[in-house]
């Protein structure tokens, strides 16, 4: 028996391998190497995809992030709330556009950030606040729209593992004043190298966005706003998105139906189980479980042959870069940190493999 890998993307890559060969000989054809038609397509067929006005293609989920704050005029003086329990780029994309990252609490049920502790960390100077839809699960979208309503607060929305994830009926991209994606080779919609896109209702912004991606230019050497940058989606990993876009439903059903297994199967054992709330739909881009004593834990899995992961080993605040942002009011986080563990979970897992996950989970755990 061989070793159940964390993630095998290679083999997505050969079950859509005549897609892709064709999408990228459309690009050489073409020879039209930024923008062009497999953009505009991508970003039209995404945003309606999510069930929003627009999507517009940058270099990474960071640029989205830090893109779609400024579009909606953070910068420096400001300060953003988002949980502590996220993984570096949510907070490096806050730093990216002057602001000043303030971290909040996460829930303990759900893991996603806690509105109340995003309105105790609330200042007269908080201009947004970041929820992270984590692990694939949207985050008290209502409850924290209330508390921004409430501050006046702009809500960006961290969906870099939530695509097609819905909170009341609504998808991950529409929840918010505006989202930023991901399409990182490893996110369940991905490219073949960095990508991004900032999805939003408001044309203003998805205006300001493209302006501030493209050198703040409105037309073609024509600046209009300072501070622009160059964050584009290539043609070349649009026309592959495309293709993928296709897909997305049928993989994130097959996520679902993993979760759902793993979820039964692990009932009665004593690891503590992720949870889906009410009114929310994952998406399981991570499987994540807690144990308490998580390094016998893995070495255990790894003697059965399971590979895992940690997300993330260490909560924001505790990087040596970010210990300023350490607060006394971040204990959910600091505990999550020390016991979560992933377990394999991707569309292409086989069902033989699902079961030798659970039966090595059962046999370690006891
Ligand atoms: C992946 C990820 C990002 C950053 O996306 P990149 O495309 O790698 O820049 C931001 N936030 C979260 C929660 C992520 O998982």
């Not at 073409?30 to 517009?56: D, K, Q």
């Not at 830090?66 to 993984?87: F, I, K, Q």
Request: some cysteine; overall charge negative.
């Amino acid at each position: 028996m061989g070793v159940v890998r964390f993630l095998d993307l290679s083999r997505q890559i050969a079950a859509l391998r005549q897609e892709i060969d064709r999408a990228t000989h459309s690009v050489l054809d073409s020879a039209r190497f930024t923008g062009g038609e497999h953009v505009e397509c991508f970003e039209h067929a995404f945003a309606e995809w999510c069930g929003a006005r627009h999507a517009v293609g940058v270099a990474s989920g960071t640029d989205a992030l830090a893109l779609a704050l400024r579009a909606l005029g953070v910068g420096d003086g400001d300060e953003v709330v988002t949980g502590a329990n996220t993984c570096i780029p949510t907070v490096a994309a806050i730093e990216q556009t002057g602001a000043t990252p303030v971290l909040a609490d996460v829930d303990s049920d759900t893991w996603t950030v806690d509105p109340a502790s995003v309105d105790a960390a609330c200042t007269p100077r908080t201009k947004a606040v970041v929820p992270v839809h984590l692990y694939g699960q949207c985050a008290d979208m209502r409850t924290i729209s209330g508390v921004a309503r409430d501050r006046g607060l702009v809500v960006v929305e961290d969906a870099a593992q939530a695509h097609g994830a819905s909170y009341g009926g609504y998808r991950a991209g529409t929840l918010g004043d505006a989202a930023a994606f991901s399409f990182y080779p490893t996110k369940n919609l991905g490219a073949l190298g960095d990508a991004g896109a900032v999805v939003t209702n408001c044309e203003e912004t998805a205006r300001k966005v493209r302006m501030l991606a493209n050198y703040g230019e409105s037309e073609r050497y024509l600046s209009v706003v300072p501070g622009g940058t160059n964050s584009r989606l290539d043609n070349l990993q649009a026309a592959v998105l495309r293709e993928k876009l296709v897909q997305i439903d049928r993989w994130t059903q097959r996520r679902r139906e993993l979760a759902a297994h793993y979820r039964e199967s692990l009932a009665e054992c004593s690891v503590h189980l992720p949870l889906e709330a009410p009114l929310r739909e994952h998406v399981w881009h991570l499987f994540v479980v807690l144990v308490p004593d998580r390094a016998t834990f893995r070495a255990r899995l790894a003697q059965a042959g399971i590979e895992t992961l940690v997300h993330y080993p260490r909560a924001v605040h505790k990087h040596p870069a970010y210990r300023h942002l350490g607060t006394d009011r971040l204990t959910v986080s600091e505990r999550l940190s020390e016991q979560v563990v992933s377990l394999p979970l991707y569309p292409e897992l086989s069902d033989q493999e699902a079961d030798r996950v659970i039966q090595a989970v059962l046999e370690a755990a006891g």
